[in-house]
T-cell receptor, first 113, second 114 residues
């Protein structure tokens, strides 16, 4: 099925470990996004890529890095995981104008112990 | 820049009753408005959207929302809810020119009980 694919779906890390969350879309979208979702706080933008070759910080970028590998793929890296990064992470994609809204992946539930 | 306010964090309602989920936004430019739904342990799905034209927009499963420019609102309504409508609902807004990031509200959890 066309859409946004995220891997892994679940992950448990120890404090200080690193990991990369993968995201790929097959809708020929220009723009891609990483959000985190925490209870009572809605979705907060971590990083985004308006188009291939560009990345920019969102609302809560500290402790994260991203790579727009190509038009399809946008990865999120935690270099040294902290308990405060326990969250559900969503990747999304869209055309630049945004009139069609965003298409979201099914999420990665990350626990840092 | 835009912002979205969803004042109700949770709305309990009985099955077959009507429901309204409130959304207010602020923006200095013309906007696109969206409602997303998130079922338990799933990602967000687009429910409906307002881009231009008719201020009343409808989804395929009976929800509707009305864009009110003077009140800067985009409330979501359904005349008769089902148990299966239990989910979290997010209102979102972005500007309608150039590249604009979607700004989300904090969500409203709709709890439908028998």
């Amino acid at each position: 099925n066309a859409g946004v694919t995220q891997t892994p779906k679940f992950q448990v890390l120890k404090t200080g470990q690193s990991m990369t969350l993968q995201c790929a879309q097959d809708m020929n979208h220009n723009s891609m996004y990483w959000y985190r979702q925490d209870p009572g706080m809605g979705l907060r933008l971590i990083y985004y890529s308006a188009s291939e070759g560009t990345t920019d910080k969102g609302e809560v970028p500290n402790g994260y890095n991203v790579s727009r590998l190509n038009k399809r793929e946008f990865s999120l890296r935690l270099e040294s995981a902290a308990p405060s990064q326990t969250s559900v992470y969503f990747c999304a994609s869209s055309f630049e104008r945004g009139a069609d809204g965003y298409t979201f992946g099914s999420g990665t539930r990350l626990t840092v112990v | 820049a835009q912002s979205v306010t969803q004042l109700d964090s949770q709305v309990p309602v009985f099955e077959e009753a009507p429901v309204e989920l409130r959304c207010n936004y602020s923006s200095s430019v013309s906007v696109y408005l969206f409602w997303y739904v998130q079922y338990p342990n799933q990602g967000l799905q687009l429910l409906l959207k307002y881009l231009s034209g008719s201020t009343l927009v409808k989804s395929i499963n009976g929800f509707e929302a009305e864009f009110n420019k003077s009140q800067t609102s985009f409330h979501l309504r359904k005349p008769s809810v089902h148990i299966s409508d239990t989910a979290e609902y997010f209102c979102a807004v972005n500007g309608n020119t150039g590249f604009q990031k979607l700004v989300f509200g904090t969500g409203t959890r709709l709890l439908v009980s028998p």
